[in-house]
T-cell receptor, first 114, second 114 residues
């Protein structure tokens, strides 16, 4: 079982470059989300989606775009990378039911922006 | 939106007990607990719902005080494998849909020594 798959695992970008982080899940989960993790800051929600065609902002959406054209895929786009976006990015998915559904995390993408 | 966790760090000897607290300024539908080992993805431990308490693992249990908007994670007779960073994630009950949207605390780093 693949679960949640994130690619790439590591990436180095230059300031101003664009990039798409890929996330795919094979569990038919309605809910998908992106988090960034910085030292001492925990996991901060960037964007999330409750189904194909529906996305919404989390705590730290600025500088990131998302789309959800299929249930399986939820890519995260950095249009013009900035050093402040250096972080570890996690994608997660779960069933859509309030209060009782665990989130399944991918292995993360470690992104450095020079 | 981010819940507050305490303490920030705990150091234990094998066999000792620990309590990690999580509090929110908003009314909660649920509290999720996750553990993350260094360099790995967060792993789900358990969910606590309004009106209930759920034990997800041996010797790791949790409580949820809805009125105080607080949850505590109890680790008894700690083992070396318990070392890691523990995160609580909260799902709030605000007007409008917050279905599935989790906000995580900054984490509690637990170190267990032999």
């Amino acid at each position: 079982n693949a679960g949640v798959t994130q690619t790439p695992k590591f990436q180095v970008l230059k300031t101003g470059q664009s990039m798409t982080l890929q996330c795919a899940q094979d569990m038919n989960h309605e809910y998908m989300s992106w988090y960034r993790q910085d030292p001492g800051m925990g996991l901060r929600l960037i964007h999330y989606s409750v189904g194909a065609g529906i996305t919404d902002q989390g705590e730290v959406p600025n500088g990131y775009n998302v789309s959800r054209s299929t249930t399986e895929d939820f890519p995260l786009r950095l249009l013009s990378a900035a050093p402040s976006q250096t972080s570890v990015y996690f994608c997660a998915s779960g069933r859509l039911a309030q209060g009782n559904q665990p989130q399944h995390f991918g292995d993360g993408t470690r992104l450095s922006i020079l | 939106q981010q819940p507050v966790q305490s303490p920030q760090a705990v150091i234990l000897r094998e066999g000792e007990d620990a309590v990690i607290n999580c509090s929110s300024s908003k009314a909660l539908y649920s509290v999720h607990w996750y553990r993350q080992k260094h360099g790995e993805a967060p792993v789900f431990l358990m969910i606590l719902l309004k009106g209930g308490e759920q034990k997800g693992h041996e010797k790791i249990s949790a409580s949820f005080n809805e009125k105080k908007q607080q949850s505590s994670l109890y680790l008894t007779a700690s083992q070396l494998s318990y070392s890691g960073t523990y995160f609580c994630g909260t799902e709030t009950s605000s007007r409008g849909s917050t279905l599935g949207r989790l906000y995580f605390g900054r984490g509690t780093q637990l170190t267990v020594w032999p």
